[in-house]
């Protein structure tokens, strides 16, 4: 934020924490924050760091460049060892040209932190200001990442154990480490991963995502192995951008070290990707993926060194005792009972089913402006009409006659306000009985205000009576039955439904009738945000349509068939369908999240309960009555 400052820091606080709550799907949030952080407080360079396995990594900066020792410096105090025990802040203090501040307190096992460096020691007071700022932006920090926590985590846990348990079962070593580096690509979004062993005096590639073999010839298996060497004995994780213009040329690698036990040879491992998009989450996630691969892959790197002919009689299987042959039938029973509570116990997905209509979503109905007649139709039924076009005109006795009243009531305090005008002239020329001319000018005050109400009463019945022309809202379709049998001759009411206007080639929605019961469960799964539906047409069963649910009113209405129910509104993608036709009927699926398996086969019965004996009240004492 280039037009971030001291004096709107209020403004940028603001602006960062709706972008947070908006997911960040841009990834702009740090990059914003660290451009705003530099002015706001003045300093000579900002930082935005993040824990890896093995230590700290310099992810964003801005401002001037800092020396390699002055960078460590800052890294050490904002995440201390375990040697230290003391928070990054106290840390901080022992230093009078830095600040830090950590985050997320909600998810401490990956720790972020922002570092400001000044040109000169701050003093107490400077030192104070400069930690307020920077805890409010900390705070800003938590929200963003307590809103895409979720949303990084998808998939995440299961892709990891999956590859987890493939590291497991690998046969081979190369089948390991191609594990590794192809379950790193996946999950990265990487455009090559691969893996090193250092031998000295060099380096050597033993896996490279997408090629079964590798070439130690190749000019580009040499380079990388020469980019890697110093970085293996350094066990230090390295984000660099290294595009030198080709179109080939990744934009940034990440080397992290990976560790062995015990440490006889020396790993790394080399991401690179070709733009920056999403880099701040990918190298979050590669924090939480690595440790876990890394473990599983030592695991099974221990055992395939393990002689054949021990892996051969350790796997091979002890003979049955046979006593535990036969097993009792009291026994059998517990475990199928016991494995019965187990399966009931599972989360699977849970869904509410409701009934639902299709309608456009620009579409006004047309409404009877007063108590009236209709006595022009100037459209018909699947007309396309104009916004401002006129559709009816109506006629309303009861306007006319109140017009006709208002006017000759206005006329005859007209004529009244000049004869007494008049009169007043005379006595005031004539120098008469004062009296006499202080009642008359207070007659004629009382006769001006009277006047100017009936004008007012006029102008607005002109204005009613200019409503009766009833114009198009929107540009659309007349829909609506045989107009002309169904409103010619009918007395209309104010407020009566006449007929719609409906933008039939634009955006169409589903609207949903949700039972009350059904409501909660519902509100509940869009606090995650907008959910995706299943839904299908009455008349076209065989076909799976998708639709995005995003709203759910809060008020309750009585339908005729299901009771109370709640309106909820989903976008569909018109495309899908063949021909929409307004108020189709169509049957919908929606999506709640995940419930323990024995509340989705009980929930009528649990309800049931709930209504019958939980939210019972207690009777009320019955009246005695005198005999």
């Known amino acids: 934020m280039s037009d971030a400052s001291i004096e709107n820091t209020d403004w940028v606080l603001s602006e960062l924490e709706s972008m947070a709550r908006g997911g960040d799907s841009d990834n702009l949030f740090y990059r914003r924050l660290i451009q705003a952080l530099l002015p706001i407080l003045r300093c000579q360079c900002v930082l935005l760091a993040l824990k890896t396995e093995s230590k700290p990594l310099v992810i964003l900066r801005d401002g001037s460049s800092l020396d390699p020792a002055t960078i460590e410096e800052g890294l050490s105090l904002a995440f201390p060892n ?7 802040h106290l840390g901080a203090r022992d230093n009078q040209r830095w600040i830090t501040s950590r985050f997320p307190r909600s998810n401490p096992g990956q720790p972020m932190a922002l570092l400001a460096h000044f040109e000169t020691p701050l003093d107490s007071s400077q030192r104070s200001q400069a930690e307020s700022l920077m805890a409010a932006f900390s705070e800003v920090c938590e929200v963003r990442e307590l809103y895409v926590e979720n949303s990084r985590s998808v998939g995440l846990w299961k892709n990891s154990v999956s590859r987890c348990q493939d590291l497991s079962n690998a046969q081979s070593h190369l089948q390991l480490h191609r594990g590794v580096v192809e379950g790193l690509r996946e999950t990265l979004q990487a455009d090559r991963v691969s893996f090193y062993i250092k031998r000295d005096p060099s380096s050597s590639m033993i896996a490279c995502s997408g090629v079964a073999s590798i070439d130690p010839n190749s000019t580009v298996v040499k380079e990388l192995q020469a980019s890697v060497g110093d970085l293996i004995s350094d066990r230090q994780p390295k984000l660099w951008n290294s595009s030198d213009g080709s179109p080939q040329s990744p934009a940034y690698r990440l080397f992290l070290p990976w560790p062995s036990t015990p440490p006889v040879d020396e790993y790394g491992i080399l991401v690179e990707w070709s733009d920056s998009t999403g880099m701040i989450e990918r190298l979050q996630r590669a924090s939480s993926l690595v440790p876990m691969l890394n473990h599983a892959w030592q695991n099974q790197n221990r055992w395939l060194h ?5 892996q051969e009689q350790t796997l091979r299987k002890a003979p049955a005792s046979s006593h535990s042959k036969y097993l009792s039938k009291k026994a059998l029973g517990l475990v199928g009972l016991a494995g019965l509570v187990g399966i009931s116990m599972i989360p699977f997905p849970f869904y509410i089913q409701a009934p639902a209509y299709l309608e456009p979503i620009q579409q006004r109905f047309i409404h009877a402006s007063a108590d009236s007649f209709i006595e022009e139709l100037l459209v018909n039924e699947g007309e396309t009409v ?7 005109q109506l006629r309303s ?7 006709q009243e208002a006017l000759g009531q206005a006329s005859a305090l007209e004529e009244k306000r000049n004869g007494l005008r008049i009169a007043v002239n005379q006595l005031s020329s004539t120098s ?3 009296s006499s001319q202080t009642r008359l000018s207070a007659d004629l005050k009382l006769v001006e205000i009277q006047e100017k109400q009936a004008k007012e009463k006029v102008a607005f019945l002109k204005i009613q009576q200019g409503e009766l022309l009833l114009k198009s809202p929107i540009q659309g379709v007349v829909v609506g039955g045989d107009l002309r049998r169904e409103l010619n001759d009918r007395p209309l009411q104010r407020g009566d439904v006449l007929f719609r206007i409906a933008e039939i080639h634009g955006p169409w ?7 009350d019961r059904d409501g909660a469960y519902i509100q509940k799964a869009l606090e995650q945000g907008p959910i995706p539906i299943d839904w299908g047409l009455e008349n076209s069963t065989g076909k799976r349509l998708k639709a995005t649910l995003n709203a759910i009113a809060k008020e309750v209405d009585q339908q ?5 129910s709640r309106i909820a509104m989903a976008d569909v993608d018109v495309q899908q369908i063949d021909q929409p036709v307004i108020g189709a009927v169509a049957y919908t699926r929606i999506a709640c999240g995940r419930q323990p398996l024995w509340f989705i086969w009980s929930r009528p019965m649990v309800e049931f309960l709930q209504k019958r004996f939980w939210l019972v009240s207690p009777p009320s004492p019955i009246p005695l009555t005198e005999t």
């Open 397 to 403: 006795p009861s306007l006319e006659l109140q017009s």
């Open 82 to 88: 375990d040697a230290m025990q003391q928070s990054n």
């Open 386 to 392: 104009n916004p401002d076009q006129p559709l009816v």
């Open 509 to 515: 929605r589903l609207r949903l009738l949700v039972a």
């Open 432 to 434: 008469s009985d004062p």
């Open 306 to 310: 393990v002689p054949a002919s021990i």
């Open 560 to 564: 005729p068939t299901l009771g109370p």
